[in-house]
Each structure stands twice: as structure tokens, then as C-alpha cells.
């Protein structure tokens, strides 16, 4: 279960456990029951990892990227938040904040001549965009922790 410190909440949970979560994320369209969608996504070595997405009815604070990705099994469109992985080895659940919305934002207006950077710090800033805000990994953490509550860990 979840462990507050100062920085993220810290979870440490059993295979059976992930085993629900993953199960959950595939069983349906909306597992978070709410307008955010999160996914079951194969992963390297057999791995299943959640990945997580924003949309209108339920975003990251301050969020300002567009909803152009589709969202597997749903007509909506959402903005990919981030992902979770489980580490079976010591029961820990690693969380990623990952935004193309981001990235391909920061592409559009330099490639377009909107932005006047130059390729260096473009692809500086692509990088930060990318890693997102601490609001982004807040929404991340709040989302998995939603998901554990509504699969009744």
C-alpha cells in the first residue's frame, strides 16, 4: 500500500495485487469511471505496465495541451499522462510522467517558424516539456491511487 513522504507516495504492493490493476485497466472503457482513462499495455519481458490519459472531464492542473491521441477502445480522443510499472522483484510501482501532447506542441510551432529557437534549445525544451509539471505527477499519482481504491485493493 501506499506511503507518504514528503516528495510522492510510495507503493509497494503484491504481483496478485498488480494482477488486479492490470485486469481492471483491460476489462473495460472506463476503469477510472470518471472521463480519464488508463490502459493495460504489454511491456518488455511479458510486463504489463498502466498507462494513463487526461481528458477534458479529468486533466492535470493547469493542463493547456490538446486531446489528439486516441485512446484504445474508445471514441474519445485524450493526452497520454504517464505510465506505472510494477517491479515484482521488490514489489515497488515506478511511476513516469511522459507527454508527447508536449512535445508535439513544441514541434508544431518550430517547425512553422512560430518559435524563434534555435535547434539546441528546441530540443532542450522538447525535453522538459516532455517530463512535464509537478502537477502532472501529482494527477499521475492521484489517477493509480483512484485505480487501486476502485479495484478494492
Known amino acids: 500500500m501506499a506511503e ?20 481492471r485497466a483491460a476489462s473495460g472503457a472506463d476503469a477510472l ?11 518488455a519481458g511479458g510486463a504489463v505496465d498502466l498507462a494513463f490519459y ?18 484504445a477502445g474508445v471514441r474519445a480522443l485524450g493526452a497520454a499522462v504517464g505510465r506505472a510499472w510494477h517491479q515484482p522483484e521488490t514489489g515497488f510501482v ?8 508536449a512535445a ?3 514541434a508544431a510551432d518550430y517547425e512553422s517558424g512560430t518559435s524563434d529557437l534555435d535547434f539546441v534549445t528546441y530540443e532542450q525544451a522538447v525535453d522538459r516539456a ?6 502532472d505527477a501529482d494527477w499521475l499519482g492521484r489517477e493509480f491511487a483512484r485505480l487501486v481504491a476502485l479495484s478494492r485493493l
Open 33 to 43: 469511471e470518471d472521463g480519464a482513462y488508463v490502459r493495460a499495455e504489454a511491456a
Open 54 to 71: 487526461a481528458t477534458p472531464l479529468n486533466k492535470p492542473a493547469e493542463w493547456a495541451l490538446p486531446f489528439l491521441e486516441s485512446v
Open 104 to 106: 508535439q506542441a513544441l
Open 94 to 101: 515506478q511511476f513516469e510522467v511522459y507527454l508527447p501532447a
Open 130 to 135: 516532455v517530463r512535464g509539471t509537478p502537477a
Open 4 to 23: 507518504e513522504t514528503e516528495e510522492t507516495p510510495v507503493w509497494n504492493i503484491e504481483a496478485g495485487q498488480w494482477g488486479a490493476l492490470t485486469r
